[in-house]
């Protein structure tokens, strides 16, 4: 099992290796940029919106609760919602959904086309494959990522502001003044940095499961199913690293 796992690692940076070699046609990995970042980024606009809304409502409800103590004003409410929110849920939460949803979609596509022979036929006609199919979904998660979890941010706290007042647990006024009160502004640099390296791994390791599956239709599942939950394993660890590394 460990000679596996070592022989995995190697033929993961070997495939990084060829798919951060130069382009050859970069008008068409621009067109396929473009398409990947509506497949890939736009299209998940919908559960991050919807899961980012309900979990501020949530973590926003379950803190107010937990804070009864007259002396504690009501605006450390939405200072605990807000570092919840910024540290935590939205970067790492959300990625670990994108995972499952683009990861298994990436994992997929090109698995499809590896048991259908059309990455064959790329090499065949000397287009470097791993390049040509691989670095578009990197480079579009990369820089579309952040601006879903900005997106998250924005709609977890204002889920949080709308039921905080529903629920007349804190005030839209102390809500909004908690929100501005004792923010340290690296905490988005933190975020953003995750919510990078986050991306490169979801893209990453679901293209590598993809890219080597063998078999047929079936193993293509396979490979779907281990590029998700690999890929979490690594978001997981590195968020543990990433933390210990910029906040310690």
């Known amino acids: 099992m460990l000679y596996r796992f070592i022989q995995n690692v190697g033929t993961y940076f070997l495939l990084m290796v060829r798919v951060f070699k130069r382009p050859e046609k970069r008008r068409e990995y621009a067109k396929s940029f473009w398409r990947e970042i509506m497949e890939l980024g736009v299209d998940s606009?919908?559960?991050v919106a919807i899961i980012s809304i309900f979990v501020g409502a949530v973590v926003t409800i379950q803190t107010a609760l937990n804070i009864e103590d007259p002396l504690i004003p009501d605006y450390y409410i939405a200072i605990a919602?807000?570092?919840s929110i910024v540290l935590e849920f939205s970067p790492t939460i959300v990625s670990l959904i994108l995972a499952g949803k683009v990861g298994s979609n990436i994992a997929s596509t090109i698995g499809t086309m590896r048991v259908t022979e059309q990455i064959d036929a790329l090499?065949?006609?000397?287009?470097?494959?791993?390049?040509?199919?691989?670095?578009?979904?990197?480079?579009?998660?990369v820089l579309f990522n952040p601006v879903l979890i900005i997106f998250s941010i924005f709609l977890g706290l204002f889920g949080g502001y709308i039921a905080g007042d529903l629920a007349g647990m804190i005030s839209h006024h102390d809500f909004t003044?908690?929100?501005?009160?004792?923010f340290d502004q690296f905490y988005?640099?933190?975020?953003l940095t995750k919510t990078v390296v986050f991306a490169f791994l979801i893209t990453s390791i679901s293209a590598f499961y993809g890219y080597y599956v063998k078999g047929g239709a079936l193993d293509v599942g396979r490979a779907s199913t281990l590029?998700?939950?690999n890929s979490s394993i690594a978001l997981i660890i590195s968020n543990y690293l990433l933390t210990e590394i910029m906040l310690s």
């Open 227 to 229: 590029a998700v939950v």
């Open 45 to 47: 606009l919908g559960i």
């Open 81 to 83: 919602t807000r570092e």
């Open 177 to 182: 003044m908690g929100l501005q009160m004792s």
């Open 188 to 191: 988005i640099v933190y975020a």
């Open 123 to 141: 090499d065949v006609m000397g287009i470097n494959s791993a390049s040509y199919l691989i670095l578009p979904k990197i480079i579009a998660c």
